[in-house]
Structure formats: structure tokens, C-alpha cells
T-cell receptor, first 114, second 116 residues
Framework: AQSVAQPEDQVNVAEGNPLTVKCTYSVSGNPYLFWYVQYPNRGLQFLLKYITGDNLVKGSYGFEAEFNKSQTSFHLKKPSALVSDSALYFC????????????FGKGTRLHILP | DAGVIQSPRHEVTEMGQEVTLRCKPISGHNSLFWYRQTMMRGLELLIY????????DSGMPEDRFSAKMPNASFSTLKIQPSEPRDSAVYFCASSLGGQGAGETQYFGPGTRLLVL
């Protein structure tokens, strides 16, 4: 069965520093991988996704993520954090060889400290 | 496009009452999803539809929960009778395309339900 793990409940980063939010996954076939962001009292917003092709995926708000097949990871990164990046981040995975639904991780709360 | 529309945005009810949550997906989207979010359990998929047909309802907690999609532009999630443990934020999402596609889901603003 497919699964996704976000090992950190919370990540604190100083404004201007690079940030990384970790995600690992498990699928039987090839993965579709997604990152979503949730701001307070809002629904989830799509950030970026990996389907195929270049392992480095660029998305909204300056975020990017790197697909690493050998490590089964899809970590979210940004070179320079902004206070406005503070939010809840969800990684999600789907096995593209199966008729399975997308599975979301538990979420990582990102705090950017001014 | 207005995005996914959910109503009501907030609902406060008493235990035992029926609750109906509504969702209008993005026009042209073929798949619709209902999620529940709580602090304890995170984001849980309850049910999803493809072309108005329920595909997987394995996430529906129990028989008190039911969902329908009578047409491509409307879906309801009903809880009858409601219980305090049903208090959560309920999200509806829609996506273009059906099974096997790497489609992006677009989420509504959610309905915050409080059952007293």
C-alpha cells in the first residue's frame, strides 16, 4: 500500500535562511508527488507536483522540491524564507500504476521567525 | 472561476441533529473529494466521486455519514445523527480528469462544524 511520511511536526527557520520540509513516500509503482500549503482558516492550496521528467520541480511562491527515487524522498525547499511562508505544509503521494486515491501526510507546521 | 464553493462556512448544532454540508466543484472537473481535518487525525479522505459515481467510500466513518453527487455541479455530505466527535473542518476538493492522472486537487475553504 502507498504511504507518505512527514517526519517533522514543526520546523522553525529564521527569516532569510533556507528552509527544508521533509517528505518520504512508499509506493509499489512510480509515484505522483504533491506539495500543498494551508494557511490559517483556509483550504489547502497546491504548490507543486512531480509526475515525470526533471527531478527538480519548481512551484509557487519560490518553492521547489527534488524527487529522489533512491531515497524515496520529495523534500520541499526554498532558498530564502519569508515570514509569510509560515503555514502548514502537506506532502501527498499517489501510485500512478494503480487506481488509488492520493494519500496526504500529517502535515508539517513551518514557523518563520522574524 | 470562483473555485470550489462550500456552504455553510460554519455550522454549530446540537448532538443528534442532522447536518448537511454542500459543495459546488469547479466547472468541468470530473472528480470530487470530501475530506475531514482534525488536530488528532489530520486530513482524512472520506469519499471520492468520479463522474458523479462514488468510487471509494472506505474513509466514511460509519453509517451516520452519507454523501451524494446528484449531478456534476453539486455534492452533499450528510451526518445523521451528529455527535460531538464529528466536530471538525470538512473540505471538499475537485480535480480535472479521472483515474490514473496526476491531477491537482483544488480545495474549497472548508466548513467548520461544531457539534455540542
Amino acid at each position: 500500500a502507498q504511504s507518505v511520511a512527514q517526519p517533522e511536526d514543526q520546523v522553525n527557520v529564521a527569516e532569510g535562511n533556507p528552509l527544508t520540509v521533509k517528505c518520504t513516500y512508499s509506493v509499489s509503482g512510480n509515484p505522483y508527488l504533491f506539495w500543498y500549503v494551508q494557511y490559517p482558516n483556509r483550504g489547502l492550496q497546491f504548490l507543486l507536483k512531480y509526475i515525470t521528467g526533471d527531478n527538480l520541480v519548481k512551484g509557487s511562491y519560490g518553492f521547489e522540491a527534488e524527487f529522489n527515487k533512491s531515497q524515496t524522498s520529495f523534500h520541499l525547499k526554498k532558498p530564502s524564507a519569508l515570514v509569510s511562508d509560515s503555514a502548514l505544509y502537506f506532502c501527498a503521494v499517489r501510485d500512478n500504476g494503480r487506481d488509488d486515491k492520493i494519500i496526504f501526510g500529517k502535515g508539517t507546521r513551518l514557523h518563520i521567525l522574524p | 472561476d470562483a473555485g470550489v464553493i462550500q456552504s455553510p462556512r460554519h455550522e454549530v448544532t446540537e448532538m443528534g441533529q442532522e447536518v448537511t454540508l454542500r459543495c459546488k466543484p469547479i466547472s468541468g472537473h470530473n472528480s470530487l473529494f470530501w475530506y475531514r481535518q482534525t488536530m488528532m487525525r489530520g486530513l482524512e479522505l472520506l469519499i471520492y466521486f468520479n463522474n458523479n459515481v462514488p468510487i471509494d467510500d472506505s474513509g466514511m466513518p460509519e453509517d451516520r455519514f452519507s454523501a451524494k453527487m446528484p449531478n456534476a455541479s453539486f455534492s452533499t455530505l450528510k451526518i445523521q445523527p451528529s455527535e460531538p466527535r464529528d466536530s471538525a473542518v470538512y473540505f471538499c476538493a475537485s480535480s480535472l480528469g479521472g483515474q490514473g492522472a496526476g491531477e491537482t486537487q483544488y480545495f474549497g475553504p472548508g466548513t467548520r462544524l461544531l457539534v455540542l
